[in-house]
């Protein structure tokens, strides 16, 4: 069964920096688009980035200059380094997988508080 893991949410104050990693297991995983996607409270799930398997990039206007999404596929891990926080940017952060068939998976989501 697919596994993506994802890791290092936590709190931050506004202006500060986190990395989320996404490790995934029992995929080939090279052949799969990944992406970051976010939840906030009372709010639907949204696109952050997506990395294709050739990795070109995509971002949501309010990543754009501040967040950046990266694999390495030989650890079969994709990243989300997010710089210059806003409490806004408090969610739940997805990692999503995507293959050339369209079937995709869902990691479980990690938490990212920023608050002073």
């Known amino acids: 069964q697919v596994q993506l893991v994802e890791s290092g949410g936590g709190l931050v104050q506004p202006g500060g920096s986190l990395r989320l990693s996404c490790a995934a297991s029992r995929i080939q995983f090279n052949i799969y688009a990944m992406g970051w996607y976010r939840q906030a409270p009372g709010k639907q799930r949204e696109l952050v980035a997506t990395?294709?398997?050739?990795?070109?990039?995509n971002y949501a206007d309010s990543a754009k200059g501040r967040f950046t999404i990266s694999r390495d596929n030989a650890k079969s891990t994709v990243y989300l380094q997010m710089n210059s926080l806003k409490p806004e940017d408090t969610a739940v952060y997805y990692c999503?997988?995507?293959?050339?068939?369209?079937?995709?998976?869902w990691g479980q989501g990690t938490q990212v508080t920023v608050s002073s």
């Open positions: 990395i294709s398997r050739a990795g070109s990039t």
């Open positions: 999503n997988a995507r293959n050339p068939y369209d079937n995709e998976f």
